[in-house]
T-cell receptor, first 115, second 113 residues
Framework: DAMVIQNPRYQVTQFGKPVTLSCSQTLNHNVMYWYQQKSSQAPKLLFHYYDKDFNNEADTPDNFQSRRPNTSFCFLDIRSPGLGDAAMYLC??????????????FGNGTRLTVT | AQTVTQSQPEMSVQEAETVTLSCTYDTSESDYYLFWYKQPPSRQMILVIRQEAYKQQNATENRFSVNFQKAAKSFSLKISDSQLGDAAMYFCAYRSNNNDMRFGAGTRLTVKP
C-alpha cells in the first residue's frame, strides 16, 4: 500500500545533541510537510517542500532545518534540541493540483523526547 | 493570515447518538478547501471529509456530514450513529491554493457505551 513512513517512531535525544527525523513516501507526491504537534494542540506547520523548493514558516526557529534529497525522502534536523522541542513530529504529503483540493496524507509521527 | 477556531475542547456523545463539532475560520480568500481530520490516540491522522468552498452542497461521507455556511465562515461536522471507534481528536483544517494547511486546536470526542 502507498504510504507515508516515519522513522523512528520514538526518539530520545539529549539537550543540545543534534537529531534527525526521517520521512519517506511511496505516494510520489510532490509536496512534503513537517508539522510539530505538542500535547493536545493543533499541528503547527514548520516548513514544506514543493518539489525541491523549500518554504519556511516565518516563526519556525533557526534550530530546525530540513532536507529533501529526492521525491521520496525528507528529513527534519534539529541542530540543538531544547526541552521545549519535545513533541510529536508529523510528516505529511500531498499531490499539488494547482489548488488546495488535495488532502494531506500523514505518517504515524515521531515522538521526540529531550532529556 | 488564515485562522481556524474550534471552540469545543472536549465533547462527549452516547453510542448511537448524534454529535456536532463546531469550527469557524477567518479568511479573505474566496477559493479554498476545508477538511476534518481524525486523530485516534497514538495513531495516524486520517481524513474524514472534505468540502470545496465553491460548492453549496454539503459534503457527506457515510455517517459523517458537514454544515458549511460560507457567509458565516462556519464548518461543523456531524457524526450520526456514533460508534466507540469514533473516539478521537478531531481537527478542522483550512487550505487555500498556496499549499499550506492550517489546523484548529482540536476537539476531543469521547463516546460513551
Amino acid at each position: 500500500d502507498a504510504m507515508v513512513i516515519q522513522n523512528p517512531r520514538y526518539q530520545v535525544t539529549q539537550f543540545g545533541k543534534p537529531v534527525t527525523l526521517s520521512c519517506s513516501q511511496t505516494l510520489n507526491h510532490n509536496v512534503m510537510y513537517w508539522y510539530q504537534q505538542k500535547s493536545s494542540q493543533a499541528p503547527k506547520l514548520l516548513f514544506h517542500y514543493y518539489d525541491k523548493d523549500f518554504n519556511n514558516e516565518a516563526d519556525t526557529p533557526d534550530n530546525f532545518q530540513s532536507r529533501r534529497p529526492n521525491t521520496s525522502f525528507c528529513f527534519l534536523d534539529i541542530r540543538s534540541p531544547g526541552l521545549g522541542d519535545a513533541a510529536m513530529y508529523l510528516c505529511a504529503t500531498s499531490r499539488d493540483t494547482g489548488t488546495g483540493r488535495s488532502p494531506l496524507h500523514f505518517g504515524n509521527g515521531t515522538r521526540l523526547t529531550v532529556t | 493570515a488564515q485562522t481556524v477556531t474550534q471552540s469545543q475542547p472536549e465533547m462527549s456523545v452516547q453510542e448511537a447518538e448524534t454529535v456536532t463539532l463546531s469550527c469557524t475560520y477567518d479568511t479573505s480568500e474566496s477559493d479554498y478547501y476545508l477538511f476534518w481530520y481524525k486523530q485516534p490516540p497514538s495513531r495516524q491522522m486520517i481524513l474524514v471529509i472534505r468540502q470545496e468552498a465553491y460548492k453549496q452542497q454539503n459534503a457527506t461521507e457515510n455517517r459523517f456530514s458537514v454544515n458549511f455556511q460560507k457567509a458565516a465562515k462556519s464548518f461543523s461536522l456531524k457524526i450520526s450513529d456514533s460508534q466507540l471507534g469514533d473516539a478521537a481528536m478531531y481537527f478542522c483544517a483550512y487550505r487555500s491554493n498556496n499549499n499550506d494547511m492550517r489546523f484548529g486546536a482540536g476537539t476531543r470526542l469521547t463516546v460513551k457505551p
